[in-house]
Structure formats: C-alpha cells, structure tokens
C-alpha cells in the first residue's frame, strides 16, 4: 500500500486545525483517490490504486506536492498505511525511504508523532522511553494494564500488523468553499491569491465528480470596519464557453475579471460557489497514456481576450444559409456564436471578396462597363428573397428584398467579377457589380 499524508500547521497552543478548515484541501485530494480522510491535523489518502492512473509514483507525487503547496499545507509525508505517514510527516521525513523495513524507520521517530502516546508521554518518558522503538520494545502485557488499549492498537497499525479503519470523505452534491484571508485586501488583483486556492478546491471537486462548470460566482465580505456606503460585500461571475476544470485557464479568466472591479473597501473573507456544473465524458482516442502535450485551444484564448476587452469587441464570422450573398455571413460575439451549417447546394460560383455595398456601373448601351466593357461568361443565375427581412434605418424600416440575375463577368483588367441586374426595377438597364474572384 501507498498512503500520503498532508499535514496542516497547528494552532501556536499546538491543538490541531479545525476539521472544518481540512474539509476544503480533503475535497481537492478527492481527484487523484476516492479513499480520503481527516486524521487529526492531516489530510492522508490512499493511492495504490491510482498509481498507474496518473502515469506512475513519481509523477502522481509531483502533481500532489505541486497543489499541496499551494493550500498551505506544512508537509508532505509518504508511507505504507496512514499512521506511519503522520508520524513520518510529524518527524518532518518527507520522503518515501522504500528500501529500510518499516520498523528500522519508524523505530527512531520520537514518540511524539503517535497521536495515541501523546496523553502518556510524561509517564512513558520516566520509564527510559524516548522514541517508538522504546515503546514497542515494552512488554505488551504491562503496556497493555498500565495504558489504554488504545495504545498498542496505534502501535500496530502504524507498524502494519492491524488494518485501519478511516470515515471516507464523500464530496457534497454543490460546491461552496469560504477562506478567511490572512490580511486584510484592498487591492483587487490581490484576491487572486486567495482565489486560487477556493479554485484549486472546485477543481478537485469536479474531477471527483467527473464533471466541468460553465459558471461560478466569486463573493467576498468587506472588513466590519467598512464605510457604511462600502455595503457588506462584492461578487463576481464567471462564465465559461464551455465545461471546464482547468485551474489554470480558470484563473487567467478570473484575473482578466479582477482587473475590472474596484475595492469599495478592505475584503477579509472570500467564498467561491459553483453555480452550473456539466457532467463531462472522459474520451481518449489512444490505448496508451496521452502524454502528448497540448496547447491551448482557440475557443479558450478567444475567451481569455474577451474578458479583458470585452465581449463584444472579441467577434466571430457565423455563416447564415441564405441566398443573398452580403446576408450570408453575421458577426457575434466570438463567446456566444456558433457556426449554423450552410446548405450545401451551390448551384453557381461564390465570389471570393464582395463589397460593402454593391456599386452602380457605367454603361455602354447595353453592356455594362469596369476597367472596360464587361464580357458575361456565366448566368443567370436568379436569386429572391428577404420580404421577410427589415432592417431599421434613421427614416424607418426598410425590407431587404432582393430580386437579381447574378453574371460571371470578365474585365480586361479587373479579372473575373460577380455583377448584376435588378430584375423588377424600374430601370432594368442598371448593373451592380458585387464582387470579385480571387
């Protein structure tokens, strides 16, 4: 068995974190094992199982010490079962000596890194016993008479000759996390810090619940010594194109956000609340471990610059199916558009450029004229619709009907051109040029 435990600093009277305080940093271990518990100031989780999953020990180890860090946790211990990891962590051992037998390790340890001996240390100092090896070297008859049973039944455990038993951690249905910051906060940029971590908490959550969030709220509570026109507090809202779990882009999103808030007054608390969470389908195209690296996709730099300019200066071209060639092609914000298929019939050729608004040609009788007289290669090709269509105007609405024959057009000069002719007009000698051919 492979255990890590991650141990919290202690209160300066040496009592233990509030299991509350754990509950957060126990919700984010979730995402590399299902078997996590509290133990007194320590997070520990079971990883055998999830060794192969993360693409060995040495890189599950990485990944955990990595996050770990950033939670605030003291230390980061290693061992077969959970109570040898405490007393490893305890004793400051961070590192997983595999080599030596379990007893050589353990017998050196003070006997302060066993919970159970802490009530007895005075007694058991005066009787000569100084570390775990003291201990155990006792005659277990009179241990097990003169202390709690207690004892001897951590002993075993922490030495692997009992099974433990641990109360699993089970991630709730919603997420909501609260950190009380260190300091008080009156610069936006720096609730980021504290955010992260709540973020590095819903990441975890979600990747033990396989899931991704499209939106989540970040609120936080201004110091009780606030200007009354400050109000109690703040929130933000965040908002993804698609389901997300990716510490990092949610952070880049979340700073461009913060760069836009002003402080009304100090903050002291933070909480993070995830308010649209997707179900996600973990699909993988290959037999063998995806250690390709990927960059970033298109969709989350477009979603990054968005936030910092604003949605709708970040646009995106959606094709439209319809005939008339300058409605064929909308522009939305790049962060709600999607592209809507065009029909796939294409009974004449497209233009590659088409003008802003189509322009008047000069005539020659009967034969229109650019760059000189104008040679119809191809058409007609007849096109009508847009009754239905109005846009508005300063003097009103105006309906966007159109009724054409459209030509490919040959110019001496100008190259292959995309002209034509109102049919119902009044002056059905009129010609358009609307476009060109690469």
């Known amino acids: 068995m492979w255990w890590a435990a991650l141990l919290f600093p202690c209160a300066p009277d040496g009592s233990p974190p509030p299991t ?9 271990a979730l995402q ?48 077969p079962n959970s109570m040898a990891a405490l007393a490893f962590g305890r004793a400051g051992v961070d590192h997983d000596d595999a080599e030596r037998p379990l007893p050589q390790r353990l017998d050196a340890l003070s006997m302060h890194t066993l919970s159970a001996a802490g ?79 709540l973020l590095l908490q819903l990441c975890g959550w979600l990747a033990a619940r396989h899931a991704g969030t499209t939106a989540f709220a970040l609120r936080w509570a201004h110091d009780a010594m606030r200007p009354r026109s400050a109000g109690e507090g703040g929130e933000l809202t965040i908002r993804t194109a698609r389901p997300m779990r990716d510490i990092e882009h949610l952070c880049r999103l979340l700073a461009e956000h913060l760069t836009r808030v002003e402080l009304a007054a100090p903050v002291g608390d933070l909480e993070l609340e995830a308010l649209d969470v997707v179900a996600l389908e973990e699909a993988s195209a290959s037999l063998l471990a995806d250690t390709q690296h990927r960059g970033e996709s298109l969709a989350l730099v477009l979603e990054r610059i968005a936030a910092r300019l604003g949605p709708e200066h970040v646009l995106r071209p959606v094709l439209v199916d319809d005939q008339r060639l300058e409605w064929a092609q909308h522009w939305q914000p790049a962060a709600t558009a999607l592209p809507r298929e065009r029909s796939k019939a294409t009974p004449s050729p497209r233009p590659t450029f088409i003008l802003p608004r189509p322009l008047r040609l000069a005539m020659q009788g009967d034969r229109p004229l650019y760059q000189g007289p104008l040679r119809l290669l191809i058409g007609p090709h007849r096109i009508e619709g847009g009754w239905w269509h109005r846009v508005a105007k300063p003097d009103g609405e105006a309906a966007q009907h159109a009724v054409r024959d459209y030509w490919v057009a040959l110019s001496e000069y100008a190259g292959v051109l995309w002209i034509f002719q109102e049919r119902l007009a009044d002056d059905r000698t009129a010609w358009y040029l609307h476009g060109s051919f690469a």
């Open 32 to 79: 590399f094992t299902p078997r996590v518990a509290i133990v007194d100031e320590a997070v520990v989780m079971e990883l055998e199982g999830s060794v192969r999953l993360f693409g060995g020990r040495h890189a599950l180890r990485d990944r955990i010490v990595e996050g770990a860090r950033e939670l605030g946790v003291r230390v980061v211990a290693w061992g």
């Open 119 to 197: 009530p007895h240390c005075t007694t058991l100092a005066q009787l000569g016993c100084r570390t775990l090896g003291d201990l155990r070297r006792l005659p277990r008859g009179g241990v097990s008479r003169r202390f709690d049973k207690e004892l001897l039944t951590a002993l075993d455990r922490a030495y692997g000759l009992r099974p433990e038993g641990h109360t699993w951690i089970v991630p709730p249905d919603t997420f909501k996390a609260r950190l009380e910051l260190m300091s008080r906060i009156e610069l936006t940029p720096a609730l980021l810090f504290g955010a992260r971590r």
């Open 20 to 28: 509350d305080a754990l509950h957060g940093p126990a919700t984010w």
